[in-house]
C-alpha cells in the first residue's frame, strides 16, 4: 500500500468553509488517474488549520468518493490528546493509515516525539507514516530518531523531505536512511522537485503535492522515473516551471493559486491569515499552466 | 496599563485538563506581590495547546480572582477566524487587552500577518499588543512592518524578544524601535535574562516568565532596574542561576520545573507532548530553588 504515487489534495476552502464540491472534485481526478493512494489532511491539505469537524468531514468525503483507493490521513496538531482523537475519528472514517508529523509551537525534544508516536501506535491499529517535513514542523529528525520510531510496531512508512540531491548523493542518502530504519519501512520523497531523483534511486513512494491537483502530470513523472532508473530522470525538467513556483512561494500557495487559476478551486482557497498570490504572481501561474497543459 | 510588571503565569496541566485550583492559587499569588498586569494565555501560558472551552475558562477564572488587576490574554491561532473568536470570547470573559502572535504552520509573509492584525483590530474594541516571538512562531518581524502594525488604531504596545544586549546595544536598539513605532506605542521585553538591560534603557513593560510564578522575584529586579538607570541591572545577576536554567531547556519547561518542585503545580504539568524535565534535571532545578528562596 506504501509505494507509488500518494497524492495529496488541497482542502479548497471557500468563505472559511470547506470548498467540498470542489474537494469531491479533486478526489474524482485522483481516481480517474489511478493514484495509488490518496493522503487527504497533508501540509497541502491544510490539516493545521482545520477544527476536528472539519477533519473527520475531510476524511469522510474523501473515502466515499475513492472507490476503493486506499486514503490516508494526516492527524497530526499541537497536543498528544488532540492527535489521539484526530486518530480516532480518522480510523472510524474509513482511513487506512495515519500520517504524523510533530506539529510544534515550542519546540519539541526527541523524548517528546518518541512519546508523541507511542502514544498514537498504542491507541490505533491503523499503520502510520512518519511525516518528517522541518520546514513547517521546525522539528529537525535525525537518523537515529528514524530508526528508534521504525522499532514501533505500526509505524510501517517514513515521508523524508526533498533536499534536491542527484544521483549518488540521492542514493546514498537513501541508503543511510534504509539502513536506520531497516528494509521493511517503506521510504517516501515529499518536496516534488526532489521526487524525480529519489524515485530513480529507490524511493517506494512518491507523496506528491501535484499529484493531488494534477495526477496526470505526476504519474508521467513517476513512470519516467521509474522506466528511467538510476540518476536518470528526465520528465521532472518539463516541470521545471512548476518546481520554480513552489521554490518562489512555496509549494502550498503555488499549487492554490495553479488550482484556482484552473477553476479547481475558487480565489481565495487558503485558510486566512494565509493570502493567495496576488494578481501581478498569477500572471506567472497561467503563464505556466498555458505551457504546460497539465492534468 | 501597559507598563511596569505583566505576569504570565502557567496553565499548570493535570492528566490532561487545566489544574484550576492551581492556576487560581498562580493567580491569587499575583495580586498579593501587585504585579502591574496578568497575561494569561502567554506562550508560558500554553495558549497554542488549549482548546476554545479551555480558553475562555482560564480567561474568565483568572479575571475572577485578579482583584482588578488587569488581565490581558492571547488569542493566537493558526486560523484567522479562530483568532477572532478567541479575541471575542477574551472580550467577553472580561480581559482589558489581547496579545496576538502570528502563529505559523505554512511561513507567513509581511502581508499575511498585516492582514490578520487588521482583521483582529476590526472585531474588537480592546488593545491590542503585538507578540513578536520568533522562537515559537518562527516568524520575524522587521522593524518596518512594527511600524506598519503600529498604525493601526488599537495597536497599542509591542512585546519584544531578549536579546542580551547590554549598556548603548540595548539603548540603541529600543531607539530603533522607538522611532519606528512613535512615542505612543508601549515597548515591553520579553526573555526575562534581557529584562533589566532593556528596562535601565527605557522598556515600558516586562512580560515576564519568571513573574508568573514567582513576582516578588520579578518585582525585585524591576525596582533595581528602575533605580539603578541606565547601564545598571545589579539584581538581575542573583537569578543567573534561573537564566541558566531556561538557556538550557527553554523557559517554558523550565518554568514548569520550577513551579513542579515549588509545589505549585503537579508533576507533569506541561500539555504532552511536552515533557517535563527528568528526574536528574531537577535536581539542578531544586538546587536553584534552595539558593535563592524565590517566591
Not at 80 to 97: C, M
Not at 259 to 288: C, F, K, M, W, Y
Request: hydrophobic content about 45%; proline content about 5%.
Amino acid at each position: 500500500m506504501f509505494r507509488g504515487l500518494s497524492a495529496f489534495p488541497l482542502t479548497p476552502m471557500y468563505q472559511d468553509k470547506v470548498d467540498e464540491p470542489r474537494f469531491v472534485n479533486l478526489i474524482k481526478r485522483l481516481v480517474v488517474a489511478q493514484v495509488d493512494s490518496i493522503t487527504v489532511l497533508g501540509s497541502t491539505g491544510a490539516y493545521a488549520y482545520l477544527d476536528r469537524d472539519e477533519r473527520v468531514e475531510v476524511v469522510r468525503t474523501a473515502v466515499e468518493h475513492a472507490q476503493g483507493v486506499p486514503v490516508f490521513a494526516g492527524v497530526g496538531a499541537l497536543r498528544t490528546s488532540h492527535v489521539l482523537r484526530n486518530a480516532q475519528d480518522a480510523e472510524e472514517a474509513g482511513a487506512k493509515a495515519l500520517l504524523l508529523a510533530p506539529v510544534s509551537y515550542q519546540p519539541l525534544t526527541e523524548g517528546d516525539v518518541i512519546g508523541l508516536f507511542e502514544a498514537v501506535a498504542g491507541a490505533t491499529d491503523l499503520p502510520i507514516i512518519i511525516y518528517d517535513n522541518p520546514g513547517t514542523t521546525r522539528f529537525r529528525f535525525t537518523y537515529d530518531l528514524y530508526a528508534r520510531l521504525a522499532r514501533i510496531p505500526n509505524v510501517v512508512a517514513i515521508k523524508i523531505p526533498g533536499a534536491l540531491e542527484s544521483g549518488d548523493q540521492a542514493r546514498n542518502r537513501l541508503a543511510e536512511i534504509r539502513s536506520s530504519v531497516g528494509a521493511e519501512i517503506s521510504i517516501g520523497i515529499s518536496g516534488d522537485a526532489s521526487a524525480a531523483e529519489m524515485l530513480s534511486a529507490g524511493c517506494d513512494t512518491w507523496y506528491s503535492v501535484i499529484g493531488g491537483t494534477f495526477p496526470n502530470a505526476a504519474q508521467s513523472l513517476l513512470r519516467a522515473a521509474q522506466i528511467g532508473g538510476s540518476g536518470q530522470a528526465p520528465s521532472s525538467e518539463t516541470l521545471l516551471p512548476v518546481w520554480d513556483l513552489f521554490q518562489k512561494h512555496g509549494s502550498f500557495r503555488a499549487i492554490a493559486a495553479l488550482a484556482e487559476e484552473s477553476g479547481l478551486a475558487q480565489r481565495s482557497s487558503l485558510p486566512l491569515p494565509i493570502q493567495g498570490l496576488n494578481d501581478e504572481e498569477r500572471v506567472a501561474v497561467r503563464e505556466v499552466l498555458e505551457q504546460l497543459h497539465l492534468s
